[in-house]
């Protein structure tokens, strides 16, 4: 189309400014007239092609934006992923503590190509050293539709039932830490990031988690 609407022009001008003045001036002024004509076609044949292609460009341009979904629908129809439950089991017992987070996607639409990286740590309290979680290494991602949950639980391997008194005492304390990231049905990319916490001055129930002070955030 580009092509077309370079040349038409330029052999209408041909014709009107060289080939038609040409033939009227030398003689066959009928062939001036129809080469005239002619280019005078083009011209409008050229004209004729703008608008159409302008009309459509509109028409394109339009249907793109009534199509592009406002931001009420975005957030009324997104994907939310959260900590929806987080508990560790029995500390009285000699056995390491089993903990485990779940997760839920409270939206209305699934949560797309959703990637959690997730660990656990006791330290004393208060806490003298950042805990780290490890994103060298690769982690799988799923589709969580609406509505469902996943979870994640573990087994301290290495414990000394001398942390059970030092958690109750609020002189330690087990750490859940995670980051979740996802897509919504929309393709806009969202984050969830966790710190809960279990003794030391969290003040929660017997074997569950709180939020920390730190470290939580979600879009």
Not at 136 to 163: R, V
Request: hydrophobic share 45%; net charge negative; glycine share 8%.
């Amino acid at each position: 189309m580009t092509m077309l609407l370079f040349w038409l022009p330029l052999i209408a001008s041909i014709l009107l400014g060289g080939v038609a003045a040409s033939a009227w001036y030398g003689g066959s002024k009928i062939l001036g007239l129809w080469l005239a004509f002619a280019g005078v076609v083009l011209l409008l044949l050229t004209a004729a092609i703008q608008i159409h292609q302008s009309i459509r460009d509109d028409e394109s341009s339009r249907a793109a934006t009534e199509s592009a979904p406002d931001k009420a629908t975005v957030i009324a129809k997104r994907a939310y992923v959260a900590v929806s439950d987080a508990w560790i089991s029995d500390l009285t017992i000699e056995t390491p503590p089993t903990v485990a987070v779940t997760i839920k996607n409270t939206g209305v639409t699934p949560a797309y190509d959703l990637c959690w990286r997730a660990t656990f740590a006791a330290r004393e309290f208060p806490v003298s050293e950042e805990i780290i979680l490890d994103r060298t290494k690769d982690a799988p991602t799923i589709i969580l539709p609406p509505g469902e949950m996943l979870s994640y639980k573990w087994t301290f391997d290495q414990w000394s039932k001398e942390w059970n008194e030092r958690i109750s005492n609020g002189n330690a304390a087990i750490f859940a830490i995670g980051e979740i990231s996802y897509k919504d049905a929309f393709g806009n990319p969202h984050f969830t990031k966790y710190r809960l916490i279990h003794g030391g001055d969290s003040m929660v129930s017997p074997g569950k988690f709180g939020p920390d002070k730190k470290g939580n955030e979600a879009d």
